[in-house]
């Protein structure tokens, strides 16, 4: 079974550009979320979607954005490139076993604004 | 209230010992704690989770200690080997919210040979 799949893996911008993160969720998994990580502020949740639709968002201004696609891949983009926005930015797949479910990350995109 | 706070940020154990990290939370809606592993230029992966119906839960040398009252939990590692040494945190969860975990800050982890 193939894992949570995440391109680009490593990408440099400057200050001000946009970036686009796609994510491919395991098959048959119907909800993606996103998670930002950075040595100072750790792991920080951006959002989730569920078939399509955003079921939770965190605290992140609205720079940050994201969609689902009707095949589950998602996408989130950042506008207007702060250096603060340098980080590994994570997709998980969930599934939902039990009424929480596990989370199966993919191995990230690293973001470098310069 | 959405914090959650682990310590230490960093630990070295010998080979053979016992790892010991330790969470705090505040919101008491959490009812969901998993433990993640994450190894150098990979995702975390989920190690161990347990709900506060029960006190502890143990997988292999893994074992989360869980205190309900005091709000907290811990993981132990027992028999650390130094394919181990990652980085691990931990995590909260409210039921429904499937995909939203707030993570601590993450202890990393030396096993020394």
């Known amino acids: 079974k193939a894992g949570v799949t995440q391109t680009p893996r490593y990408l440099i911008k400057t200050r001000g550009q946009q970036v686009t993160l796609s994510c491919s969720p395991i098959s048959g998994h119907r909800s993606v979320s996103w998670y930002q990580q950075t040595p100072g502020q750790g792991l920080q949740f951006l959002f989730e979607?569920?078939?399509?639709?955003?079921?939770n968002k965190g605290n992140f201004p609205g720079r940050f954005s994201g969609r689902q696609f009707s095949n589950s891949r998602s996408e989130m983009n950042v506008s207007t490139l702060e250096l603060g926005d340098s980080a590994l930015y994570l997709c998980a797949s969930v599934t939902s076993a039990g009424y929480t479910g596990e989370l199966f990350f993919g191995e990230g995109s690293r973001l470098t604004v310069l | 209230q959405q914090q959650v706070k682990q310590s230490p940020q960093s630990l070295i154990v010998q080979k053979g010992g016992i790892s010991i990290i330790n969470c705090a939370y505040e919101n008491t809606a959490f009812d969901y704690f998993p433990w993640y592993q994450q190894f150098p230029g990979k995702g975390p992966a989920l190690l161990i989770a347990i709900r506060p119906d029960v006190s502890e839960k143990k997988e292999g040398r893994f074992t989360i200690s869980f205190n309900k009252s005091a709000k907290q939990f811990s993981l132990h590692i027992m028999d650390s080997q130094p394919g181990d040494s990652a980085t691990y945190f931990c995590?909260?969860?409210?039921?429904?919210?499937?995909?939203?975990?707030?993570f601590g800050q993450g202890t990393t982890l030396q096993v020394k040979p």
């Open positions: 995590a909260a969860s409210i039921s429904g919210n499937t995909g939203k975990l707030i």
């Open positions: 979607y569920f078939s399509e639709t955003q079921r």
